[in-house]
């Protein structure tokens, strides 16, 4: 109840200038609430619960007052039968559809696959896209193979019963600008693979190529990051760096990809 009072404190100081509430733990009146936030009628509320466990009063409170879940350190299963539990309580107020999930996990990827009994999230990045896609209540089936077997995948446009695919995960070298970037070309059939087709897009990019200025560009590039949030053409998960180390009597290592070329000792 203390929880709940607080909540609706806060609504109601986002709610106007000089806001008043008066609750069982909380009360105030004639105070300045400003600058109020952008968002009407309020920024979203997470509401979460004790980590490590489905917290029953937790999902009640977020079912009447919240804007979405805030789950601590669940598993997935857990995840599913808690947030079932909070639609089916905000069904009877007309607020299942309302409701979002943003769980909190540590993530914890390898280098390979962790296969059967792995935690949530953690594991490979397919694994974890996996465990993602499941959460939001697709059927996922992962299929993991050596990169001859999904370079030859991926460019079947197929059905899955025809060895296609609708999902993969891959890394890619240049992503540093629009003008190189494969995974943000939209020209359909000509584009990278999942052909995904945007002429606005694609038109956003040859005008980054034109631009004539930096700044130009810069503005140009917010642009695109709003076009592609809106076609998704690729799901960025991060960026990696690799590291090189070598012995201190050696030089020449050019930047970037380590070659060996022009490597002179001393």
Not at 46 to 71: F, I, M, T
Not at 115 to 135: C, P, T
């Amino acid at each position: 109840m203390r929880t709940g009072d607080y909540i609706r404190a806060i609504k109601a100081a986002f709610a106007a200038d000089i806001p008043q509430y008066s609750g069982k733990y909380v009360s105030f009146a004639g105070a300045t609430f400003s600058p109020r936030p952008v968002q009407r009628p309020h920024p979203p509320i997470w509401v979460g619960g004790s980590p490590g466990a489905v917290s029953g009063p937790a999902v009640r409170r977020c079912a009447e007052l919240g804007d979405a879940w805030h789950p601590l350190a669940l598993g997935l299963d857990e995840i599913e039968k808690g947030y079932a539990t909070l639609r089916d309580l905000a069904s009877r107020t007309g607020r299942r559809d309302a409701l979002g999930l943003a769980p909190r996990n540590m993530l914890d990827l390898t280098d390979t696959a962790k296969g059967a009994g792995r935690a949530a999230f953690q594991g490979s990045v397919a694994e974890v896209a996996a465990d993602e896609l499941r959460q939001v209540g697709m059927n996922v089936d992962v299929q993991s193979g050596d990169w001859g077997t999904i370079s030859t995948r991926r460019a079947n446009r197929g059905p899955l019963d025809k060895g296609g695919w609708s999902i993969f995960v891959t890394g890619l070298s240049n992503a540093l600008d629009p003008g190189g970037h494969l995974g943000l070309r939209a020209n359909g059939a000509k584009a990278w693979f999942g052909w995904p087709d945007s002429p606005r897009l694609e038109a956003l990019r040859q005008d980054w190529i034109a631009a004539g200025d930096v700044g130009a560009q810069v503005a140009i590039c917010a642009d695109i990051q709003r076009q592609a949030f809106l076609d998704v053409p690729c799901i960025p998960l991060g960026e990696y760096r690799a590291l090189t180390a070598h012995k201190a009597d050696l030089s020449g290592f050019a930047p970037g990809t380590t070659l060996f070329f022009g490597v002179k000792r001393g």
